[in-house]
Structures are given as C-alpha cells and as structure tokens.
C-alpha cells in the first residue's frame, strides 16, 4: 500500500536497497521515504544490520591422527557504508563464511595434538578470526564481530579411552591416598604404643620408688622403736606394724561409700594368725632366695 502511494518505511538496524529500472541507486537508512515507482524505482530488499551467528561444525584430524569435530561460533553483521556490497556480492553469505571457518580449521587443528588442540581453542578461534575479517569478509561488507571455537567432540571410542585414561588415574589416586591414610594411622599406632610404654615405665618407677619408701619407713620405725623402747625385738615391732595396717586398712574399707565389702576374721586371734602368715610367707620367700 505504501509502494503504491510512492512511500516506503525502513525499520531500525535495517537498510533498503533502492534500484532504478534494475541498477542499484541508493541504499535507504531507517525511516520513511518517498519511491516514485512511476519512474522506475523500486526497493530491490532489505539489509540487516543486526549481529548474527552461525554455528559451524568441522571434521578434522589432530597431528596424532585423532578424528576430531569442532565447533565454532561465528558472529556477524553488514557494514551500513558497504551495504551494496553485502547486498550484491554475495548470494549466500552463511555458507560463504562456512566455508572459510573449514578452511581455517583444517588448516590449524592437524598441527595440533589432541590434548594441544583443547588447550589452544582461543588460538584457533583467533585464526579464524583474523582470516575471515581481514582476508575475506571485509571485502564483501562484513564484519565478523567475535569467533569462539565452543566445543572439541572427539570420536567416541577415543573419548571411552580417555574416560578410562582418567578412571584409572583416579584409581590410582585412590591408592595413594589409601596408602596415606594407612601411613597415618600406622604412626598414630607407634606414637600410641612409646607413649602407653613410656607411661607403664613411669608407673613402674613410680611404684618401685614408693615400696623403696615404704621399705624405708618400717626400717627407720623398727630401728627407732627398738633404740626408744628397750627390750623389744624386731619381731615385736613388725607385729605392732601389721596389726596397726590392718587396723587402717579396716578403717578405709569401711569410710568409703564406694568400696566392696570385704569380710575378713577380725578377732584378736585372727590378727594375730594374720600377722604370723605374713610373716612366715615373708621367711619362706627369704629362704627360696
């Protein structure tokens, strides 16, 4: 309706193509214009100016002979100053960029090893950039605005190899953290063992030490009480000694609230039976000596 009332509207990020009886006469920025079809103007198509992409999929070989697909991302947009020319020159401008982003690829990868190649994907999508923009794009009224190499699939026997590559160092990792931990407690074992026999040595000396004053003490009381008390022999003394234990150790069993009750003879006879045991056990160990 517009062409024929000899107006014409251009949307924003769009051009239009303007031809006269055929020729390409003038390229239309956004807005309303007036086309006078009466005299053979016409608008040929429009342009957008919008950035685009193109998603690129190549089968390449690596240096060490592994079948590979890369991807990559392509994105474009027409130049407003040479609109005619991405207008004209062109019939199929994605396949055209297609083409160069192979061309580059299967340039680049196969001097690459497979693991080079993943780790040089910004390289790559660099190369490509540089050919397309400086080398072919340009003169056909493109811009390419960004490259990016998104993905390296390769075959999937060799990426079931490379899983079980990965699986087993992660097994072997495993390992090594087993055997540490094995390590670990190992010394843990060792540390724990010196110290319950450090702590048993200790004790050892300790108790040896106490019957060392206990021994001692009865000495000192059996030399004094015989030097204060005339008449009296060792054996009265250690009598004496061992009734007055008894006596304590009765005393202790019955304060504690804690203690099993131990029943024992408690006559003076008994103590006095008491007494000889000890000290007979005490000369047959003597005598065995």
Known sequence: MGQA?????????????????????EILDPGCHFLPWCIGRQIAGYLSL?????DVRCE??????????????????????????AFYRLSNTREQIQS????????SVPKLNLDDAFE???DIAKAVEDELEKVAMSMYGYEIVQTLIVDIEPDEHVKRAMNEINAGNYSARLRVAANEKAEAEKIL????????????????????????????GLRDSVLAFSVNV????????????LVTQYFDTMKEIGASSKSSSVFIPHGPGAVRDIATQIRDGLLQANTLQ
């Not at 009332?5 to 006469?25: I, Y």
């Not at 070989?61 to 609109?83: G, H, M």
């Not at 005339?230 to 000694?241: C, L, R």
Request: charged share 25%.
């Open 230 to 241: 005339p008449g009296t022999t060792a054996k009265d003394v250690m009598d004496m000694v």
């Open 189 to 216: 074992q060792i540390k724990r063992a010196e110290g319950d026999a450090e702590s048993k040595y200790l004790a050892g000396l300790g108790i040896a030490r106490q019957r060392q004053a206990i021994v001692d």
């Open 60 to 85: 390449t070989k690596t240096k060490d002979n592994v079948f590979v697909t890369v991807v990559a991302s392509v994105q474009y947009r027409a130049l407003a100053e040479k609109a005619s020319d």
């Open 100 to 107: 160069y982003v192979f061309d580059v690829i299967r340039a």
């Open 5 to 25: 009332l000899g107006c014409v509207q251009v949307d924003q990020s769009t051009v239009a193509v303007r031809e006269t009886f055929g020729k390409f006469d």
């Open 50 to 54: 919008r950035v685009q992409q193109l």
């Open 120 to 122: 040089q994907k910004n």
